[in-house]
């Protein structure tokens, strides 16, 4: 399989994460509404079992493999929150995983893997060619390779958040809203974007990225796939990616309405304004969505928006950098 | 009323707070097992509206009160949450709120409460009387006063977290546990104590407190009230209280095991572990309970212990403290 997922295989991946990944709630707070100048719904994926909504495409990736190939192992390419949500697939099938990993992937998302039970191969970001090494190892050990965003069945578990979002947003009143997600290859935002083409029509995807790896954004507007030109230099690791992905792009071109753009500092103070209010622990990458609700509010449209919260694995040190940031009022 | 709430009043305050306040996630981690060597299931009160569970309580009082006397509006004592959980309440049904609040209240509970609608007037918690003041301005504007947890509809406003936590933990397989929860004044370990009996009597309330401020734990050990001899000194500002209330010490010498005492440094320390493996921002007074959890664990029995994280209303300074401490391992 290497489509997209029509919403029958959504469907079968939401039974089976049921029982094994979190039903996230939905949050706000007054004072967000208030700077937003609208109601914001905010999904709290960093809530998900290890940290990040990767556990629900990890598990519907692996689950969906027979069992005989199940039973070789998996093997996967991440800076950390898809290593952790294979890991832990992989573990709870009593299976094995080995994750390829940037040398400068966050500590902790490092730790979290290993604590998972997978094994762990860095590359240099850089310098060598990932995707080779990643072969060559699956080759060897006859691994099947978990790819991040371009997967059907990791499109199909993803888009099990836009179900939820869909049933707990109209348990808000929310039946229209643009939907805004933290994008990287677009896997997560191609999910929710079929989830909710079924579930709640009137509901849009906007995909929204970090200044200076904004492909998703620039392919949209071209109609074509573009590709970043800088591979790092963004405190935004989850979802620094080359370009968008080759089954994720057509789905939101079709779909989701303009990509959105953030910058570091909006970022920042926007992770300081989820610990103020929302009392959750967002990393950057995952706090991107919620900046542009709270930062671009003229970009968007209608009386309420809902931002995914992708992820909360985030070091220390980063995280006092975003307490640091200067008071921002409504 | 000024006894303790029957299980008819618990579920009555239960129907009034439907869908005014949130039902919060029980939230686990993988490494936190690890540390506790038992299976600890989070109650995450700090994701509640305002910050903590207090906005339960508020809102049982205020919509309790007959509609005339409710009109006149209500005035409460608190060093922050219970002034939010009251200035929600009565924001959202029409009418005034008056918090006298302490002049060392940290800023951030100060702003909230008044952007809730309250109006807060200061007293100094070493040299003027508050409950003196308080009754001079509840006498002079007819206004009723509130109290955080000597109140019978309080109290059943807090019980509805045991309620919750009775059902969550069954779906988590969990029957039997013990179950810590932060203690003040004892007015939400009396009510989940009162909601437990009736619907997991084999689970346990142990009330939990800072170093220094265990008038709760000296008292269920003495079997008769006994004050604490500081009135602050603690970071864990939320649960300083003089002493065990008059409804909720009879409430825990019956029902409660004995309680806890965590240190400083623990308090901090369950800060940054729970901002690293669950994601959540916790006050120190929300932290006590889990900090049991995972450094008490030979003064626990059984499998799984269930811990309440009360609150989340924390300065930036304080968290960046609780960042600051060194890694805690298993």
Redesign the interface.
């Known amino acids: 399989m290497s489509g997209a997922p029509d919403f029958d295989r959504i469907k079968a991946a939401e039974a089976r994460l049921d029982g094994h990944v ?1 039903r ?2 939905i ?1 706000s707070a ?2 967000l509404d208030a700077l937003a100048g609208r109601r914001v719904l905010v999904k ?1 994926e ?2 998900q079992h290890t ?1 990040s909504f990767k556990a629900r495409g990890g598990w519907a990736a692996v689950s969906a493999l027979p069992a005989a190939v199940r039973a070789r192992g998996v093997i996967a390419c991440s800076s950390g929150n898809h290593a952790q949500g294979v890991a832990r697939a992989a573990a709870a099938h009593g299976t094995r995983a080995l994750i390829v990993m940037p040398g400068d992937a966050p500590a ?1 998302k490092v730790e ?1 893997t290993r ?2 039970g997978a094994e762990v191969v860095f590359y240099d970001r850089a310098r060598e060619d990932r995707d080779g090494l990643t072969a060559t190892l699956a080759e060897r050990d006859g691994l099947t390779l978990i790819k991040p965003y371009d997967d059907t069945e990791v499109i199909a578990g993803q888009a099990t958040t836009g179900l939820e979002i869909a049933a707990q947003a109209a348990a808000e009143g929310v039946h229209a809203a643009e939907v805004l997600v933290c994008c990287g290859g677009g896997g997560l935002s191609a999910g929710i974007a079929l989830a909710l083409a079924e579930t709640a029509p009137r509901m849009r995807v906007r995909p929204v990225e970090p200044d200076g790896f904004d492909d998703m954004a620039r392919s949209l507007a071209a109609g074509t796939r573009l590709a970043n030109s800088a591979r790092d230099g963004s405190i935004c690791d989850a979802i620094l990616t080359p370009m968008p992905g080759e089954i994720t792009f057509p789905v939101l071109a079709s779909r989701a309405g303009p990509g959105l753009v953030v910058t570091e500092g909006e970022v920042l103070r926007t992770m ?1 304004l989820a ?8 990393e950057p990458g995952g706090a991107v969505a919620l900046a542009a609700a709270l930062f671009r509010p003229d970009a968007l449209s209608g009386d309420a928006v809902i931002a995914v919260a992708t992820g ?1 694995n985030v070091s ?1 040190e980063v ?2 950098r975003a ?2 940031m200067p008071p921002t009022r409504a």
Chains 1, 2 share one sequence.
């Open positions: 979190r996230t709630p949050l007054p004072a709290a960093c809530l940290g902790p979290n604590a998972l300081k610990f103020q209010h929302l009392k959750l622990v967002l909360g220390a995280f006092a307490l640091s």
